[in-house]
């Protein structure tokens, strides 16, 4: 596809997704391998589609334009605003926890000059502080994993439901081409769920409707539930 019929596709869905101005179309990386889609929207209104790798070469057109349509809703939902604040409070509560490790080790160093009150504050803070950084980061991943919902039905909003197939087959492959994993290993659910921040393809398939049947381990069949 030429970056000029991606340009007009994508003016076409902001339309549709009630953008003022179409974002920006960006091409990352052509040269490389691999493939991402991702979207960007600044403070002062400006919005980036950004295109990495082969994936406008490597995904049919409707399953292009249900990717892309994906990354539009992000933006009309002006998700990455949030996501930076949330990685922001993150990263703040990492540093203290950093800061509080040297307060603790800096402790047991001294400890045969110092009094044990002050160890104990520190150990009883960090562990506090640890506590509060896990429960924030699992509320932050189920908030992360809710707004990739949001931008699959967006998507679908955009186009229709007909392009419910394409979007999971579309993401899919660029999951797959980001971590290697098998479609069929995508769908699995892990222990450590709780703490990702996109969902299973499992769950973003039936949360639109798709009923996803995997044969051995490399094909996917779909069928749209009406």
């Not at 222990?191 to 969902?199: A, C, E, V």
Request: with cysteine; glycine share 6%; hydrophobic share 50%.
């Amino acid at each position: 596809a030429s970056d000029v019929q991606l340009v007009q596709s994508i003016a076409t869905m902001s339309e549709r997704a009630g953008l003022r101005t179409p974002p920006e179309f960006v091409v990352l990386d052509t040269d490389r391998k691999h493939m991402n889609a991702m979207a960007l929207s600044t403070v002062l209104g400006k919005a980036y589609v950004f295109a990495a790798g082969t994936i406008k070469d490597a995904l049919t057109r409707r399953q292009r334009d249900a990717v892309f349509a994906h990354e539009i809703a992000h933006i009309k939902h002006r998700d990455n605003l949030a996501f930076a604040v949330i990685h922001a409070g993150s990263t703040a509560l990492k540093m203290q926890l950093y800061a509080l490790m040297v307060a603790v080790f800096s402790g047991i160093i001294l400890l045969p000059f110092t009094g044990t009150a002050e160890l104990w504050y520190a150990l009883k803070v960090f562990a506090v502080t640890t506590c509060i950084l896990i429960v924030y980061d699992g509320f932050a991943a189920a908030f992360s994993r809710t707004r990739e919902f949001l931008a699959d039905v967006g998507a679908i909003a955009i186009l229709d439901l007909d392009h419910r197939d394409e979007l999971i087959e579309g993401m899919a492959t660029v999951g797959y081409n980001i971590t290697g994993r098998r479609p069929i290993e995508l769908l699995q659910r892990t222990r450590l769920s709780i703490f990702k921040s996109h969902p299973s393809f499992a769950d973003r398939a039936l949360a639109l409707g798709v009923t996803v049947y995997a044969v051995g381990n490399h094909a996917i069949f779909r069928e749209s539930k009406v």
